[in-house]
């Protein structure tokens, strides 16, 4: 018997009912939306002065992991008498780079230890507060420092040459270049690196942007020279003119 006009309406109904709720059980037909990309990993960090917070790591640009574990403060509280003032120590989890898969712990003090060389590593403790430190990580004498674009160029010299001066002035008796080794520390005493003239007196280092202290280093009595404050500013090199004195009166 055929279906009236309202009958087969019905049944295309049905069909299209079914059909709807199929789909939506297998969600054929359901756009999936993608997740979003991760956020791209930070670029490793440049060796120089790193503020690192308890619990997180820094990466640098050898491989070099180091983690912030904690901060103890045994310093004198303000206004108390104490038989012993105390230290701030930052304690660091250091592994990867040179240093291979070992995890080794460095302790760094804001009185005692200031720094440290684990491996082929300087760590030299800057300030710390109850959550975060701020260190400077190095590794002397290996081109991993090339993230930093400023630093310092120094001329070292020694004087005088003769016991008298004379005038007009004798082209021997002049300043002459000098090699010598200087150590950089931070204003706070904590060693940076060591830094070389050599036979034309020259010597130039890369150093991130900050204040340091540069003193001459490993000389018994003669020649000798007072320390010196400098400032190194981003993207640029310090100038240094270090005078040695000789000693000779």
């Not at 009595?221 to 993207?235: E, R």
Request: with cysteine; charged share 15%; hydrophobic share 40%.
């Amino acid at each position: 018997m055929p279906l009236s006009p309202r009958q087969r309406l019905l049944a295309l109904f049905s069909v299209m009912t079914l059909t709807l709720g199929v789909t939506a059980c297998t969600g054929a037909s359901v756009p999936v939306a993608h997740e979003p990309h991760a956020p791209p990993m930070p670029a490793a960090a440049a060796f120089g002065s790193t503020i690192l917070r308890i619990g997180k790591s820094v990466t640098f640009n050898d491989g070099l992991i180091v983690e912030l574990k904690g901060i103890n403060d045994s310093r004198c509280p303000a206004k108390v008498q104490c038989v012993w003032a105390g230290e701030l120590t930052a304690t660091l989890a250091v592994h990867g780079g040179d240093l291979g898969e070992q995890v080794q712990n460095v302790s760094l003090g804001a009185l005692t230890a200031k720094n440290r060389r684990v491996g082929s590593y300087d760590f030299a403790l800057v300030d710390a507060s109850p959550t975060t430190a701020t260190v400077i990580v190095t590794k002397p004498g290996v081109a991993g420092n090339a993230g930093i674009k400023s630093g310092i160029h120094g001329v070292v010299t020694i004087g005088p040459s003769c016991p008298v001066e004379r005038m007009p002035p004798d082209p021997k008796c002049a300043d002459r270049p000098q090699a010598a080794t200087f150590s950089i520390d931070t204003p706070a005493g904590a060693h940076v690196a060591d830094v070389s003239s050599g036979a034309d007196g020259e010597f130039t280092m890369r150093l991130p942007a900050d204040t340091y202290v540069i003193s001459l280093r490993g000389t018994a009595a003669m020649p000798t020279m007072a320390a010196q404050t400098f400032v190194v500013s981003g993207n640029k090199y310090t100038e240094l003119v270090l005078k040695l004195d000789s000693g000779i009166r």
